[in-house]
Structures are given as structure tokens and as C-alpha cells.
């Protein structure tokens, strides 16, 4: 199944390159400095979390990748379209999950006669088989979140952006939640850039987390993250990095105290 | 999918399935006992108590006039002797067919018109304000002009109807493209949905619930518009509909039928928005999860 989702590599060396990025944005008082000269380079099939406290621009630096704004300065590339899933789940109400994901297929131009067959193929690898005719509000809130990620999948992006797809869900589901992000992104060989402001969310999944610091936002410090698979949120490696990031984290929101 | 290292151990699929099983909301059918108690004694009751109202009235002779108020016997006998002359169902084609065609034509011009006023900020500064000041108008004003310009025909009486309906009918699209999440629009976008494409896939799927709320008044105006073209330009060779029934009623000075015409003007009305529109939006919110089952 893998390798219908899964290309072969190609000759680009990275899967989004940011290259002294800024935004800023009109204010009645002028303009404000959102993003601060942002690099950074997500390498193909490679899992990067961007971490911050609130005013970061997290959100901002996504849409700025996913295209849907566009930098003030600086220069973004991708590796083609990539796909974005939102913290609210984001599928079509007027949509069965089975359609939210074939219209996604549709969108691509995939002919009609193939489209049924990949969308029980993608929900079947987001262990959704048999919910292709369930209404979105039939699902549960991990439900949701898992179709919507079956659905960005459906893009064949070879980037995925994540804007705290699991910010809303309970501790448990999360959990799960983690477990299936990992499990699909080691199959599937895509790249992630998950944007979260929880830590030890950032750790449990990522290969490199980056610390972005609040108004503007600017990288404050980067860690890789060498913890072998398979990993647990409460698994000691993850706590003891996580602490050692929080602290970090404290000393950048407790200089906006001092100024 | 088995040879990869990460992939989860059986603890964390049925904590999954389990979840997923948890939270899932299971809907099931009303039963018809339920629908009976709940939906339709109510009604039948408030109608057996207007009857007995109505003819106790005229029992305690309290108002004992019947060219005022008719017994609903005799309202009774005037729609047995339409029924049996084979004319009821006459009077009611005509105006229910000149109704819904109207409606049709109010729906092939509202649309694209609403579309144009919600997309096009031209055309929303231009002609928004009126479109929606054009709802509080009483269409019953659009008669005497209409009768000037074309004459005693159905052509009037389809102008009427059209000035009534059209604006509800883009109002309401106006509205439910407003009321579209900004959410779906960016999500539409990432999947590549922009432009012709975003409006067909996107926007107007859904804006459906104000669209069919807008339809659902649109047909309210155009039956309104209708009664009052047919009751005041009545003419023998337009064909007796229900307004003219109800005129000439009035001319005769039959009150029991002016009743008769009254009630099948509130009636017609009243089955047409339960057997089409009713219908239509409760399939369109229910199918989003927006209707909560009583």
C-alpha cells in the first residue's frame, strides 16, 4: 500500500526551503513585524516540528509555506503544491468522509472511475475502513481529524503541514493520534512540518524541533532529536529533552516580561 | 504495512477502535408513536377547537348574522358543491401551476443574481441595498404598474410574482455565501479549489442553507404576489384561480364562499411549503448534522 502513496525519490535535495522569510503586517499604528528572517530548510521525508509560545507566527509561517499568503521578504520553495491540515478537522459537512476525499482527488484531475478505489484505500490506511459513507458529524472528533488527514493525503503532496491538527482532541486520542502520524509518515516517506506549541507533542514525533520566539517571530534554537522509534509521549528520553526545551522556552517568553 | 519498525503495537489499535466506538453518535428513526403524540395531534387539536369556537358563535348566537359569518356547515356545503361540480380542482391548478412556474422563473433569475451580488463588490455596493429593501416592499404594489405596462394577462401576473420573489430568492444565496466558514474557503484552496472551481465545489455547496431558506420565502412571496394580482385584476379570460374565486366571492356577496377561497389560498400555500420546501430543508441541514432530532 505503501508505495502507491510513496515516490521515488527525486533530484530535489529539500522538500520546502525558507530563505530569510519576514512578514509583516498593516497596523493602525503602522506596520508589525510578525516573522523575522526565517530559514529553514525540511529535507525530503524528513518530520520537523516548529515550536513557539502564542505570537510566534506559527500559523503565519504556515500559510506562508502553504501558499495562501504571501512573505513580505525573503523567498519561499516547495517541492510542489504541499498539503495542510487545519486544528479544526476543515472536511465538507456537505461531503460523506468518502467524498471529502474524492473531491480532493477530483481537484488533482484522478478520472472518476479510479477515485472510489484510492478513497477506501486512504481510509483504510488511516484505519477508517467501512466510514467512506459516514457523515462528518457522524465521526468523532478523532475520526474527523483522521479523515481530514486521509484527505490531505489524497494530494500526493510530498510535503504535509500540520497547523495543530491535535490541539482540540482529549489526551487519550491524541495519543492514538500520534501513533498513526508516525506510523503513516514512516510508510509513506513524506515530509512533515507540524506546527504545535506542545512540547513534548513536538518531541514524541519529530526528527528536528524548532524553537521559534514570540514577536517577531525569529529561530531561536534548533535540537535534533535522535530518540529511536517507536517512541511514547511518557517514555524518559522525551520527558528529559522536553524539559530541557521548556526551560528554553521560559528564558525567551520571560524576556517579553522584562521589556 | 507489517515491516515497518514504527508501526503500532495491537494495545494502541483497540485503545483506537475503542475510542472511535465511544464517541461515535448512533442515529436511529423516530418511532410513529413518538410522531404521533409530538407532531400530529397538536395540530389536529388546535383545528377541532377553532371548528368548535367558530360554531359556537353561532350556536349561542353571539354573532348570528350570516352574511358575516357563515356556519361551517355551510363552508362545508361550498366546497362539496365546488368538489362536485368538478371545479375545486380547476381553481387550484390554476393558480398553484401559474405559482410555481412563476417561482421557477423567480429561481433561474434570483440565482445567478444573487451570485453576482455576493461575489462582485460592484454589483453588491450597486444594487445590494435595494435587493434587500425590495423584500419589505409589499408586492401587492407592483400590481397597478404591472396591469399598465402589460395589460390584463398572464404575463402581469408572472411580472408580479417575479418582483416579489426574486429578491428573497437572492437574498437568501447573498446571505448563506456570507454565512460560508472562512475555513472551508482556505481548505477549498489547498486542495486546489480556486476560482469557477472554489465557487461549484466550495462556495456554493455550502451556502445551501441560506439558498434553500431564501427559496422557502421566495415561494411565501410569489404565492402572496399571486393572490393579490389574481384578486385585484380579475378578468374572465385569465381562467378562475383562487384570488379570482376569492373576488368573486366578494362580488356576489357569498360569504361562505369567500370563506371557501380563503381557506384554500392559506391551505395550498401552506401544502406546497410542506410537501417540497419542508422537506428540502430538513434534507439539507440534517445531511450536515444541523438539525437536532427533537
Redesign the interface.
Known amino acids: ?2 508505495t502507491t502513496l510513496a515516490k521515488a525519490a527525486r533530484s530535489v535535495e529539500y522538500a520546502a526551503r525558507l530563505e530569510h522569510v519576514s512578514k509583516s503586517f498593516a497596523t493602525p499604528d503602522g506596520s508589525q513585524l510578525v516573522l523575522d528572517d526565517i530559514g529553514i530548510d525540511v529535507a525530503p521525508g524528513e518530520f520537523v516540528t516548529l515550536l513557539g509560545a502564542s505570537g510566534c507566527g506559527k500559523s503565519t509561517l504556515l500559510n506562508l509555506v ?1 501558499g ?1 499568503d504571501k512573505p513580505t521578504t525573503g523567498t519561499i520553495h516547495t517541492d510542489g ?4 491540515m ?1 486544528q ?1 478537522h ?1 472536511l ?4 460523506t468522509a468518502g467524498k471529502n476525499i474524492e ?2 482527488l477530483r ?2 484531475g484522478i478520472p472518476r472511475a479510479e477515485r472510489r478505489g484510492k478513497a477506501e484505500e486512504l481510509l483504510e490506511l488511516v ?1 477508517l475502513k467501512g466510514a467512506y459513507g459516514k ?9 474527523r481529524q483522521r479523515v481530514a488527514l486521509a ?1 490531505a493525503l489524497a ?1 500526493e503532496s510530498r510535503l504535509l503541514l500540520m497547523d495543530e491538527p491535535f490541539a482540540a482532541l482529549d489526551a ?2 491524541r ?2 493520534l500520534h ?2 502520524l ?2 503513516i509518515w ?2 509513506t516517506g513524506l515530509s512533515v512540518l507540524f506546527v504545535t506549541h506542545n512540547v513534548r507533542e513536538a518531541v514524541r514525533l519529530a526528527q528536528r524541533v524548532v524553537l521559534l520566539s514570540s514577536r517577531p517571530g525569529r529561530i531561536a534554537r534548533e535540537w535534533e532529536v535522535g530518540i529511536p ?2 517512541r511514547r509521549i511518557e517514555d524518559a528520553p522525551v520527558a528529559e529533552l522536553s524539559l530541557e526545551i521548556t526551560e528554553v522556552l521560559r528564558g525567551e517568553i520571560r524576556r517579553h516580561g522584562q521589556q | ?1 507489517a515491516s ?6 495491537p494495545t ?2 483497540s ?2 477502535a475503542g ?2 466506538a ?4 448512533q ?1 436511529r428513526r423516530t418511532p410513529f408513536r413518538k410522531t404521533l403524540v409530538d407532531k400530529i395531534i397538536p395540530p389536529v387539536a388546535a383545528i377541532v377547537v377553532v371548528l368548535a369556537v367558530w360554531q359556537g358563535l353561532i350556536t349561542l348566537k353571539i354573532v348570528d348574522d350570516p352574511t358575516k359569518l357563515p356556519t361551517p356547515g355551510a363552508v362545508w356545503g361550498a366546497f362539496r358543491d365546488d368538489w362536485l361540480q368538478g371545479k375545486l380542482l380547476g381553481y387550484i391548478w390554476t393558480s398553484v401551476s401559474r405559482g410555481l412556474l412563476g417561482f421557477c422563473l423567480a429561481l433561474v433569475i434570483g440565482t445567478p443574481l444573487g451570485l453576482l451580488v455576493a461575489r462582485v463588490r460592484f454589483v453588491r455596493a450597486a444594487i445590494g441595498p435595494v435587493l434587500s429593501g425590495l423584500q419589505s416592499l409589499p408586492s401587492v404594489a407592483w400590481v397597478p404598474p404591472a396591469v399598465i405596462w402589460l395589460g390584463l394577462n398572464n404575463s402581469m401576473m408572472y411580472t408580479v410574482i417575479l418582483l416579489g420573489a426574486v429578491p428573497s430568492i437572492a437574498n437568501g444565496l447573498v446571505s448563506g455565501v456570507d454565512q460560508v466558514s472562512p ?2 474557503l ?2 477549498g ?5 480556486t476560482g469557477v ?1 472554489g465557487t461549484w ?2 462556495t456554493l ?2 451556502a ?1 442553507p441560506g439558498y434553500v431558506a431564501g427559496m422557502k420565502q421566495g415561494w411565501a412571496f410569489s404565492w402572496r404576489s399571486l393572490m393579490a394580482a389574481e384578486i385585484i385584476a380579475s378578468f374572465p379570460d385569465l381562467g378562475t384561480g383562487l384570488g379570482q374565486l376569492l373576488e368573486n366571492a366578494r362580488t356576489a356577496s357569498d360569504m361562505a364562499m369567500v370563506f371557501e377561497a380563503i381557506l384554500l389560498i392559506l391551505f395550498v400555500g401552506i401544502a406546497i411549503d410542506l410537501l417540497i420546501f419542508s422537506p428540502l430543508e430538513r434534507w439539507v441541514l440534517r ?4 438539525l437536532v432530532r427533537g
Do not use: C, K, N, Y
Not at chain 2, 189 to 193: K, N
Not at chain 2, 287 to 290: E, I, V
Open positions: 500500500m505503501a502553504a495562501l503544491r504541499p498539503a495542510l487545519f479544526e476543515a465538507f459537512p456537505w461531503l473531491l480532493a481537484l488533482r484505519r457523515r462528518v458529524h457522524e465521526l468523532s472528533g478523532g475520526m484527505r494530494q487519550i486520542t495519543d492514538v501513533d498513526e508516525t506510523r514512516s510508510e522509534h517507536p | 504495512m515497518s519498525e514504527t508501526t503500532t503495537g494502541t489499535d485503545v483506537g475510542l472511535d465511544l464517541e461515535t453518535t442515529s475555513l472551508f482556505r481548505a484552496r489547498t486542495l486546489g479549489a472551481r465545489h466550495i455547496p455550502a445551501l445531511s450536515r448534522g444541523l
